[in-house]
């Protein structure tokens, strides 16, 4: 859903892998929403309730190097097509942290919120990750903030 609209997410996502070169996607986990028909790989398609199901509580934290890939973020295309950035995981968790607490001043035992949409850089760092590399709760929102109508936030 965006915008009060259904967004057909998964056929989407099929006519991508269509189109070749991901030859290394496994599997695609497919999240019950909207109720509507999905298309279907049999072999390759799983519902996340089942891929959840018999999943631990918890999980250990893998130590990795200080420029293992964190995440790619692809940038907005305004200048031809977009380019996918690579962040690495040191240098990106550590200006997080640090931003959280020198600019927002955020202790443990807050709560933060961020109107910034996650698919953004400033998502990532103050939704994702540096309110949690903090210690802070994070209010994480979803949808359009002007949809049913401009005033949601408030």
Not at 105 to 132: E, N, R, S
């Amino acid at each position: 859903m965006r915008g009060g609209k259904a967004l057909p997410l998964k056929a989407i996502a099929d006519d991508a892998l269509a189109l070749g070169g991901c030859e290394a996607v496994k599997n695609v986990i497919v999240y019950r929403r909207t109720g509507g028909n999905v298309g279907w790989t049999e072999g390759r398609d799983r519902w996340l309730d089942d891929v959840c199901a018999n999943q631990p509580d918890t999980c250990e934290a893998e130590p990795v190097g200080a420029e293992h890939p964190l995440f790619v973020l692809y940038t907005s295309g305004s200048t031809g097509k977009p380019k996918g950035v690579q962040h690495s995981t040191g240098g990106y968790l550590l200006w997080a942290l640090m931003t959280m607490k020198w600019t927002f001043d955020i202790k443990p035992d807050d709560l933060f919120w961020c109107t910034a949409d996650i698919g953004w850089v400033t998502g990532h760092t103050y939704i994702a990750y540096g309110p949690l590399a903090a210690g802070a709760t994070q209010v994480v929102f979803e949808g359009v903030p002007t949809y049913p109508n401009a005033g949601r936030f408030w």
